[in-house]
Nanobody, 123 residues
């Protein structure tokens, strides 16, 4: 059984920064691509970023390109999301997930999810 746990969320002013972490249990973390998604109140969960098992391939949603950076440390079983130049529209619960199949941007292709961490950006 794989368990994912996000941390690092909080309240930040517009233009500020946060770094989210997602710690994974299990010995197979380094074999899987990982993704970050977010869900704002009243909206569907949407793709934010994904990273291949080696970190050699990275994908971003257009809305976050240049401001958010995904990375991973396989020795620590952890994937990160560095968030900078934050905007009020980035306010959401952020989830990490383990990729299984299909397009990286499609949440149906992820088989394990964390519980989420709240990010609130004030204007």
């Amino acid at each position: 059984q794989v368990q994912l746990g996000e941390s690092g969320g909080g309240l930040v002013q517009a233009g500020g920064s946060l770094r989210l972490s997602c710690a994974a249990s299990g010995r197979t973390f380094s074999s899987y691509a990982m993704g970050w998604f977010r869900q704002a109140p009243g909206k569907e969960r949407e793709f934010v970023a994904a990273i291949s098992w080696s970190g050699g391939s990275i994908y971003y949603a257009d809305s976050v390109k240049g401001r958010l950076t995904i990375s991973r440390d396989n020795a620590k079983n952890t994937v990160y999301l560095q968030m900078s130049s934050l905007k009020p529209e980035d306010t959401a619960v952020y989830y990490c997930a383990r990729y299984s199949s299909g397009p990286y941007y499609d949440l149906r292709g992820y088989d394990y999810w964390g519980q989420g961490t709240q990010v609130t950006v004030s204007s």
